[in-house]
């Protein structure tokens, strides 16, 4: 049976005088790269949209049919450009199970190749997205003559946006002689 928590080790939340204070961190933005921010203001124009469509479905009862179209291209653009973020901070799911039980004379090449083929990946994502918008970037959108090209565009760069955070993780991990898939505790420690 565990015992629990004393009181003492509880932070304080009431000052001499008895009355409720808790102070807060100071908040500190520096933290979020230009990707997180531009992810940031797609979601917010992603959200006026879906209220838009919202206010003039249910408010108005004449329901605006670009809406829909374009809050379901946003989300692919949020979505695209949040992975970078994720690639940057190199948060995505991992299975280091076997890096736990290998010797590090194979976890270590074993990481650097899984860094490579990461970096492999986005590159041949950037080239793959460029030959769509290649074939079929000037077709407009169903209900709204702007070009479908845009969307992809925002994914091409997305991609490539990922590929160059990639090689920077790469570098950071080849730097630091390890990798979050060697040392799973150091996971946010650097970004």
Request: glycine fraction near 8%; hydrophobic fraction near 50%; include cysteine.
């Amino acid at each position: 049976m565990t015992t629990p928590a004393r009181l003492d080790d509880q932070p304080a939340v009431l000052n001499e005088k008895g009355e409720f204070q808790v102070e807060d961190e100071a908040i500190d933005l520096s933290v979020y790269a230009i990707e997180e921010w531009l992810g940031f203001g797609v979601f917010c124009v992603l959200g006026a949209t879906v209220f838009h469509q919202f206010f003039t479905r249910y408010a108005l009862n004449d329901s605006a049919a670009w809406t829909e179209e374009i809050a379901r291209y946003l989300l692919v653009c949020t979505v695209f450009i949040g992975i970078v973020g994720s690639v940057r901070k190199n948060s995505h799911i991992q299975v280091d199970f076997f890096y736990h039980w290998l010797p590090r004379w194979i976890t270590r090449p074993l990481s650097t190749l899984v860094d490579l083929g990461r970096i492999a990946f986005f590159g041949y994502a950037v080239w793959l997205t460029w030959q769509l918008i290649s074939r079929i970037g000037g077709q407009p959108m169903s209900v709204t003559p702007i070009a479908i090209g845009w969307v992809y565009g925002v994914v091409m760069l997305s991609f490539a946006a990922m590929t160059l955070r990639a090689i920077q993780v790469a570098r950071r991990n080849w730097r630091n002689g390890y990798s979050v898939l060697e040392r799973p505790k150091t996971a946010g420690a650097s970004s």
